[in-house]
């Protein structure tokens, strides 16, 4: 980064600096709080920044044009369901909508953290777990003739020790279900409307989970701080498959996953898992062959900071190959797996989103970082990040490698 | 449209008085029915107080003075006096010459109500009359705009109008001290957003330029003469330095002489509560922005141009707008709302073809971008407001009572007050606690700190007995021997009587006694006494016994007591 007086030039890593100018525009006028903000013309189609009153570590979509984030104070926190601006969808009409803002849509309280939310599709129904038990709350995100959200019940997880709290699944299905465990055993489906566990999955060991995903209505994969990949089906009580953790993972590595549905979201075993360990290392495996790697990377994450709370790594749902990375820093990276080889060797993001890092709002002098972040279901590059400074961003980036600049 | 109308102490106050931008007939205005059914509101308002030049907020004013009529003071800031009759002819010429209306008011009406204007300075107390008292504050989000706070007595309530919590360029953020009204009004229609960022609207706006010029397009920027106008001069320029852009950037004539006479009350009027928030220069001495010529319009290449006015409904912006819309690579950037009846107003409804005088039509080639610079407060603002003033309760006005029970719900559990929501033409009454100053007599104050025990708990109330005596506008408590002297009145003692007869053969003596003995055994814990000179007192009631003059036999108790507070038993 070089200073040029009021304006810094930062070369990306990219190397076109000619068409990745960052302009750094101090404020012309001195106000208490300001700060410089990267207006990367080139790089975004779209950006947004807003600030919470308190950060959030989830953001989950309730519709295509809904999410709801929530605070994990340890004590009194804000659900909040707000609504994208219109503008983000105005697409040929773009020009005429001038709306830049979020809705608050609904709003409810709640007495414990939020570290855990998921919406139940099909319903107006969203799960929270807060991180201390391995119990859930079950709330009612209202309709149109109510802003409040409102506790309608509970789900009791399972007994055992759970220090991480619960992770949440769901998934389309006539009753409203909801996938819930701290620990591979015990994973439970219940039903929301009677309570009743229609699901237990049973494995040898407790190990506890970082994530659940559904890959078909029947499939879901339990991923395991330890590497442990559980694929399982909830139609029969047989064994699940274990998808034993990666070589070299040591004592206190962790590990988080995703799955995509693949190319065709009908046959599950055309899925792919991919694992990221708190070092950086990714592989990628395919459901047919959930022992091997299909390949692997080395991420450049920075690891001075690794919270087993915040790190998220998700595919994209409409791009190909595209896989997003928080947690370790104040970026959210892009990286382009369809050069991935099975040799584990470095790889470089396609993109890296630092806005939370650089127009942090925080003053004492701890570093922001990224405590969560989701893509958008149907735009191909359009995201959302949050940061533990309350910041959450919009941002629809560019491509610059396809635009071949 | 906002136009409340409070009553306090007594007084009758409407705060602001605009008009409603999407009606077309008798619904834009207030419904000053509510107020009178007929005649003029002089009578009934002591006073009206504008918060700012918006014409949501005083585009009616004309019309509740001069039409419906009233005579009374009108308060605003001396930008508002400034700017207020400008956008009102604006606004009137577009309704009235090109809508052809009818019921609207006159330019002489708009003369007329501006000499009824009393202009505010910031933090100035104002005494409207000897018991009501108004004083403005900084609300940010245009030019002039207050926030104003109004007392009677010890009733106050402070009206927010259109405020802004983030700091702008050219406008500070809103301040208030912790003047703690029985009410804060304020809008609620943003309370429910969350605001994107100043730079990511910024960033939006640089783009669209820096691409149009890079394709040789033309922009045009319709502005008004001031506030948004020199924020955007002051980006474009520092963005054209830092990317060495040589496309040429002109702004009118007309802009520089109204910007430059405002400019001169902006700095003595904002200087007061903005310090650093403030450029020290003079608005116009750009770099790479020069004074346009209107020949420059048919110029080959790219440039950007402000021009006035900023709705596209005459004048130069308009001409401009005519030469470049039949060019796809051409813009045009509409910074601000637009009235209806207005090109501006159409094109952002997405008309692609215009009719023009002569029933000549235009084709609207060029693309048009809608871009929202205006400031008002968020959720994250009100709540820091409260804060800031700490009211006793709050009142949330033009928001959807469904849409708003979170914040009321989250301003009640963070501050334990009571928020309010009433719909148009819905009446809230609040009540107040005020104190009323008393002066208590030395004597008194002496006689019941003397009467013994602890000091008193000053959280404690403690009853005490003495006159209260209201003369001319002062109250004062004094002991009642006091009060009678001053009064020059006789002090009477009450006292009640009751005769209960009895059958008893004993005599008088024997009867009390007895009575006496009674008593004692059933009232305990009162005092009772049996007195030599043949009563008995059970605390202040007196009883004696006496024969009844027929029949030696039956015995009349005469009670005797001056409190009618103590039960007996008997």
């Known amino acids: ?405 | 449209r906002s136009c409340i109308l409070v009553s306090i102490g007594g007084k009758n106050i409407m705060l602001d008085c605009g008009m409603h931008m999407g009606y077309n007939d008798d619904r834009r205005f207030p419904d000053f029915s509510y107020i009178t059914q007929n005649g003029r509101l002089t009578d009934f308002l002591d006073c009206v107080i504008i918060s700012h030049f918006h014409l949501d907020h005083c585009g009616a004013l004309p019309f509740m003075s001069e039409m419906v009529g009233y005579d009374g003071p009108i308060y605003m800031t001396h930008p508002t006096k400034a700017i207020c009759p400008i956008l009102l002819e604006d606004f009137r010429k577009i309704t009235v010459d090109k809508k052809g209306e009818t019921n609207f008011f006159t330019s002489q009406m708009i003369k007329d109500c501006m000499k009824k204007v009393v202009p505010l300075n910031l933090h100035q107390t104002v005494q409207v009359d000897d018991e009501l008292e108004i004083k403005a504050y900084y609300a940010g989000h245009v030019l002039g705009a207050a926030m104003v706070h109004i007392k009677v007595g010890s009733e106050s309530v402070v009206y927010t109008g259109d405020y802004n919590m983030t700091p702008d360029r050219h406008l500070g953020a809103a301040w208030i001290d912790k003047c703690r009204p029985d009410i804060l009004i304020s809008e609620s229609t943003y309370a429910t957003t969350i605001r994107d960022s100043k730079r990511c609207r910024e960033r939006d706006f640089l783009k669209k330029v820096h691409e149009s010029i890079e394709r040789g397009g033309k922009v045009l920027i319709p502005v008004f003469a001031l506030g948004r106008a020199q924020e955007l001069c002051i980006l474009l320029e520092t963005f054209w330095e830092r990317m060495n852009l040589k496309a040429p950037i002109y702004f009118s004539t007309g802009l520089t002489e109204k910007a430059n006479h405002y400019y001169k009350l902006f700095i003595t009027w904002t200087n007061q509560k903005i310090r650093k928030t403030f450029v020290q220069r003079n608005m116009f001495e750009f770099k790479h922005i020069k004074a346009f010529d209107r020949s420059y319009a048919d110029n080959p290449g790219p440039m950007v141009v402000f021009a006035t006015p900023g709705m596209l409904h005459a004048g130069q912006s308009l001409q401009i707008f005519k030469k470049w819309a039949g060019n796809e690579k051409n813009m045009v950037i509409m910074p601000g709302y637009c009235v209806q009846g207005t090109i501006g107003h159409k094109i952002l409804n997405g008309q692609r073809k215009l009719e023009m005088e002569g029933r000549s039509t235009l084709d609207v080639k060029l693309q048009v971008e809608y871009m929202s610079f205006s400031a008002h407060a968020d959720a994250k603002g009100i709540m820091q407001l409260i804060r800031m003033a700490e009211p006793r309760n709050m009142l949330l006005v033009h928001g959807e009572a469904v849409k708003m029970e979170f914040l009321k719900g989250k301003i009640e559990q963070e501050f334990s007050i009571d928020c309010y929501m009433p719909a148009n033409g819905e009446t809230v009454t609040v009540t107040t606690n005020p104190s009323v100053p008393v002066d208590i007599s030395l004597n008194l104050l002496k006689r019941e700190m003397a009467l013994g025990g602890p000091l008193p708990d000053p959280k404690k109330p403690r009853t005490m007995h003495g006159t209260l005596i209201m003369k001319e506008n002062s109250l004062k408590l004094v002991s009642s021997e006091q009060a009678l002297k001053e009064l020059g009145l006789n002090e009477h003692q009450l006292r009640f009587t009751c005769r209960v007869q009895l059958q008893d053969p004993h005599s008088d003596t024997d009867t009390l006694h007895r009575i006496y003995t009674h008593l004692k055994s059933v009232l305990k814990g009162y005092t009772i006494q049996h007195l030599p000179d043949g009563t008995v007192m059970v605390e202040s009631i007196v009883i004696k016994v006496s024969s009844s003059t027929e029949d030696p036999n039956t015995k009349v108790l005469l009670l005797s007591w001056s409190y009618q507070e103590i039960y007996i038993y008997l």
């Open chain 1, 1 to 405: 980064v070089e200073n040029l007086g009021e304006v810094s030039i930062l070369k990306a890593s990219s190397g076109f600096v000619s068409t990745n100018i960052c302009l750094w525009l101090l404020n012309a006028v001195h106000q208490p709080g300001s700060h410089c903000v990267c207006l990367l013309l080139s790089r975004y189609k779209d950006l947004h920044v807003y600030q919470l009153e308190h950060p959030t570590q989830v953001i989950e979509w309730t519709s295509g044009k809904t999410v709801c984030v929530a605070g994990f104070t340890s004590s009194k926190n804000e659900i909040l369901e707000l609504r994208l601006p219109l503008k983000l969808f105005a697409d040929e009409n773009k020009g005429l909508c001038a709306e830049r803002d979020f809705k608050v849509v609904h709003g409810g309280f709640t007495d414990a953290p939020v570290r855990c939310l998921r919406h139940i599709p099909g319903t107006r129904c969203v799960v929270t777990n807060d991180g201390l038990s391995s119990d859930l709350q079950v709330w009612d995100l209202g309709g149109d003739d109510s802003d409040v959200i409102r506790r309608t019940g509970s789900v009791d997880g399972s007994r055992g020790v759970s220090e991480g709290g619960s992770r949440i699944a769901a998934r389309l299905s006539s009753q409203p279900q909801v996938l819930h465990g701290a620990e591979s055993a015990g994973v439970r489906l219940t039903q929301l409307t009677s309570g009743q566990t229609v699901y237990t999955l049973e494995t040898d060991s407790a190990d506890p989970l970082s994530s659940l995903h559904f890959v078909s209505d029947a499939v879901f994969l339990a991923g395991c701080s330890n590497g442990k990949v559980y694929i399982a089906d909830t139609r029969t009580s047989a064994a699940p498959q274990l998808s034993p953790p990666p070589p070299s993972s040591g004592e206190s590595v962790l590990w988080w996953t995703d799955a995509s549905a693949g190319p065709s979201c009908l046959d599950p075993s055309s899925c792919r898992i991919v694992r990221l360990s708190s070092c950086g290392q990714t592989v990628i495996s395919d459901l047919r062959n959930p022992g091997g790697a299909v390949s692997r990377a080395q991420l450049d994450v920075q690891t001075r900071r690794c919270n087993a709370d915040d790190v998220r790594v998700s595919w994209a749902p409409a791009l190909d190959d595209c896989i997003a990375v928080s947690g370790f820093s104040g970026a959210v990276q892009i990286y382009s797996s369809s050069v991935w080889t099975t040799e584990l060797q470095e790889a470089q993001p396609l993109f890296e989103h630092r806005g939370h890092a650089v127009s942090s709002q925080s003053d004492d002098g701890v570093p922001v970082f990224v405590t969560s972040h989701v893509w958008h279901p149907e735009r191909p590059r359009t995201l959302l990040s949050a940061a533990s400074d309350g910041s959450v961003h919009v941002w629809d980036w560019v491509d610059q490698s396809a635009a071949g600049c």
